[in-house]
């Protein structure tokens, strides 16, 4: 079974300071890899995800995360982050080989960041 | 633009109450799905739905079961709500069944079970 596992579930943070939020998972086989983003008050929306080919993809507003199969890991990066970035971020796995329920999200436990001015 | 939409943003109960979560989605995807979010626990899958009537268990489906009578219609439903169902509901659906596909949700429904 897949797991997620996000190490920090608070990362306080000042305006324009870079950010890394982490994410490690455990699979053994192949994965497609997301995070997702949650403003206050709203659902989950795609930041951005890897399925295949470059190991680094980026978002629209300045997120990267590059997929390290060796240390099954997907951390997020900002070099630098804005107020308006104040959300709980989520990393979530899927297996793209199996069936079924397999074949759906498993989520880590969240990290809120909060940026401060 | 997908919408997703949910039709409580906040819904107070009693326990032993029959509860209705409703989730439509205007994208005509074949995929839907209802999590619960929890602080500390990220989203769970409690049921998804791959077409109209099929129905698939998620991880944690005790005390609830789901109807999908259209495809833009996907309910959720607690027969006899208890005060561990307090919580925030979310509906999500997805375009075929591909993991590599995006979901996306509604704004969520926080439940408060009293």
């Known amino acids: 079974a897949q797991s997620v596992t996000q190490l920090d579930s608070q990362v306080p943070v000042f305006e324009e300071a870079p950010v890394e939020l982490r994410c490690n998972y455990s699979s053994s086989v192949s994965v497609y890899l997301f995070w997702y983003v949650q403003y206050p008050n709203q659902g989950l929306q795609l930041l951005l995800k890897?399925?295949?080919?470059?190991?680094l993809v980026e978002s629209i507003n300045g997120f990267e995360a590059e997929f390290n199969k060796s240390q099954t890991s997907f951390h997020l990066r900002k070099p630098s982050v804005h107020i308006s970035d104040t959300a709980e971020y989520f990393c979530a796995v899927s297996d793209p080989v199996s069936s079924g329920s397999a074949r759906q999200l498993t989520f880590g436990s969240g990290t809120q960041l909060t940026v401060l001015p | 633009d997908v919408k997703v939409t949910q039709s409580s943003r906040y819904l107070v109960k009693r326990t032993g109450e029959k509860v209705f979560l409703e989730c439509v989605q205007d994208?005509?995807?074949?995929?839907m799905f209802w999590y619960r979010q929890d602080p500390g626990l990220g989203l769970r899958l409690i049921y998804f739905?791959?077409?109209?009537?099929?129905?698939e268990k998620g991880d944690i489906p005790e005390g609830y079961s789901v109807s999908r009578e259209k495809k833009e219609r996907f309910s959720l439903i607690l027969e006899s709500a208890s005060t561990n169902q307090t919580s925030m509901y979310l509906c999500?659906?997805?375009?075929?069944?591909?993991?590599?596909?995006?979901?996306?949700f509604g704004p969520g429904t926080r439940l408060t079970v009293l």
């Open positions: 739905s791959y077409d109209v009537k099929m129905k």
């Open positions: 994208m005509d995807h074949e995929n």
């Open positions: 890897y399925l295949s080919g470059s190991t």
């Open positions: 999500a659906s997805r375009e075929g069944t591909s993991g590599r596909n995006t979901q996306y």
